[in-house]
């Protein structure tokens, strides 16, 4: 493994293993669940947005993988204090990077979430990384239905 890997695998056990903005909001303006039904992740999102349209609290809870929390607590960290109409073009670009469709050196507004790039060679865990985007989605879309990764 080289050293940019080990790198990568550190900052998502580090995630894993102490998740920002990890907890409920009392009172939030946008709520979502999700939910894997191939590994069995489960992700609750609270989000508050201003009145400019900016995201500015974004906490999550749940039980998952290392792939699926740290997803989550470095999603939350990147897309605070974002305007809301930035989100889906964030998504997009996150999904194609992850699935391999996009490099990550084409991918230039992910920052430091380009590390789930290598999740692309295992199929299976890509449901993992995406299941707080999809959350996202459907909070910011004021989703009734749980989002899933199917």
């Not at 894997?36 to 400019?52: K, T």
Request: glycine share 8%; proline share 5%; aromatic share 6%.
């Amino acid at each position: 493994m080289d050293e940019l890997q080990q790198l990568y695998q550190e900052i998502i056990l580090d995630h894993n293993r102490h998740p920002r903005n990890f907890g409920a909001l009392e009172h939030c303006s946008h709520h979502a669940e999700g939910f894997n039904p191939l590994c069995g992740d489960r992700l609750e999102l609270f989000v508050n947005v201003d009145e400019n349209g900016l995201i500015e609290n974004l906490r999550f809870t749940g039980k998952g993988c290392a792939i699926s929390t740290a997803s989550a607590s470095l999603m939350t960290q990147h897309v605070m204090g974002r305007p809301v109409h930035e989100v889906e073009g964030l998504i997009a670009e996150f999904h194609a990077v992850v699935t391999g469709q996009l490099a990550p050196g084409d991918a230039p507004t992910l920052g430091k979430l380009k590390i789930f790039s290598g999740v692309s060679e295992f199929p299976t865990r890509v449901k993992c990384a995406t299941l707080c985007w999809h959350t996202l989605r459907s909070a910011l879309a004021k989703g009734v239905e749980p989002a899933t990764t199917e």
